[in-house]
């Protein structure tokens, strides 16, 4: 497909950062330019600021996808400077600095800012993903919610007791902060919010699996606060298997360690991928595919350009800075100090992450949070926890929203959002079947 030019980049006023990716870092970034003598222009493949923190949510029907997401254009409508575009990137031209989209558009940048954020990495099994999806976006959550309501439903229609135990088996790959949310809702929507729904099954007897290849699950948290939270999900009555690596996926079964389980409902939360596009800006890579940044988070031997987020390796202190939603807010507000240092002629600044805690939730009244010297176990950390997603999401409407919602299901179990929606398949097709069900 051939590119032009578009008004807006050709017209030459003020300079102009384009910023790439309208996630948590990216639209930060846009926000710290807010008073500076810049023209922004934010590309995303989406209209939406996504939550990724409460995606597990929406997949567990907990909440609705309108509840974390609120559009971009209306979050950056009093920002004059400030300009959206729904296009998806398909490659950044560093020597021309231009970024080219898949719709055919060229957009030059005198600073470009790189959120793309990650995908699901499937350790070179890309197979494995039509049959063990990830949770990334939206649309990812609403599948996973039709596998796991649709799980049920079809446990209540067979008869043979061994295709009905598969059906009602759960398994999820990876115990990291999404395997182990997503891993101590299910036992609770299974034994509260279906608990009487049903007339031919009993939900509460549903199995859930987690396996995680490492020694244990959370590995990035404290051992005791680990194991807390083993023994947590342990009580809910999730079988935690740590040290057990998945040598192979199949439509009804996982291979897991040396078992091969016959289960339906697999979910993946094993590992992420860097955007590709961290290729295009020819710097070096880490294993994980992204791009290892300068300490003012621009890309070796190109100043213009920031890489922040997901998408860029960076460290303080000598220790990784993870890729968590505090992180690339940190990143998109200095990326943005720097090109406004520049402007200014004045030096750099390095970034230096701040670590305002780390918090996981295991289940109702069950969660883990690290705040350093504090560690918090139990019913105070899970309150910490309400607060601060409550406090992080953007807009006053989705803080009510989640909040009502989140009583709601306090005080009644029950999951406002159960709808079986998208695509209809088949067991074990990865293709929707026209006519079926």
Do not use: C
Not at 150 to 175: H, K, S, Y
Not at 276 to 284: F, M
Request: net charge positive; aromatic share 8%; glycine share 8%.
């Amino acid at each position: 497909m051939t590119t032009s030019l578009t008004p807006w980049a050709r017209e030459r006023r003020r300079p102009r950062v384009v910023i790439v990716g309208g996630g948590f870092g990216g639209l930060y970034a846009a926000r710290a330019l807010k008073r500076d003598d810049v023209d922004v222009l934010l590309l995303d493949r989406t209209n939406h600021h996504l939550f990724q923190p409460l995606l597990y949510q929406v997949a567990t029907a907990t909440l609705a996808p309108t509840d974390i997401t609120a559009p971009i254009r209306w979050l950056l409508r009093k920002q004059s400077n400030a300009s959206v575009l729904m296009e998806e990137v398909a490659r950044i031209d560093a020597e021309r600095r231009v970024v080219a989209t898949a719709e055919g558009h060229e957009y030059a940048y005198d600073y470009l800012i790189v959120a793309a954020g990650a995908r699901h990495a499937y350790f070179n099994h890309p197979e494995w993903e039509a049959l063990a999806p990830g949770l990334k976006s939206i649309d990812d959550a609403i599948e996973l919610r039709r596998r796991i309501l649709t799980a049920f439903e079809r446990a209540e229609m067979i008869d043979d007791p061994e295709e009905r135990a598969a059906w009602l088996t759960f398994i999820i790959v990876g115990g990291g902060p999404t395997g182990t949310e997503l891993a101590g809702m299910l036992p609770t929507i299974a034994r509260h919010a279906l608990d009487h729904d049903f007339r031919r099954i009993d939900p509460k007897s549903a199995r859930v699996i987690l396996v995680e290849g490492g020694p244990r699950i959370l590995a990035t948290y404290p051992a005791e606060l680990s194991e807390h939270a083993r023994r947590d999900l342990t009580n809910l009555g999730v079988d935690v298997r740590t040290g057990t690596l998945v040598s192979e996926i199949g439509p009804h079964y996982v291979v897991a360690g040396t078992e091969r389980i016959h289960a339906h409902t697999i979910l993946w939360a094993a590992g992420n991928a860097a955007s590709p596009l961290g290729r295009d800006l020819h710097a070096k890579l880490d294993r994980a595919g992204r791009v290892e940044v300068d300490p003012d988070l621009s890309v070796p031997g190109r100043r213009e350009v920031f890489v922040i987020g997901d998408l860029a390796a960076t460290t303080t202190d000598g220790k990784p800075v993870p890729g968590v939603a505090p992180a690339a807010m940190q990143m998109g507000a200095l990326a943005a100090k720097n090109i406004r240092r520049d402007l200014e002629q004045r030096e750099r600044v390095p970034f230096r992450y701040r670590n305002k805690g780390d918090l996981a939730t295991i289940g109702r009244y069950r969660a883990i949070a690290d705040f350093g010297r504090l560690r918090v176990t139990g019913g105070l950390a899970w309150w910490f926890w309400l607060f601060l997603h409550i406090m992080y999401l953007a807009g006053f409407r989705n803080r009510i929203s989640v909040l009502v919602e989140w009583a709601y299901s306090y005080f009644t179990y029950e999951r406002g959002a159960r709808l079986i929606t998208g695509r209809k398949m088949e067991p074990g097709r990865e293709q929707p079947i026209p006519g079926k069900w």
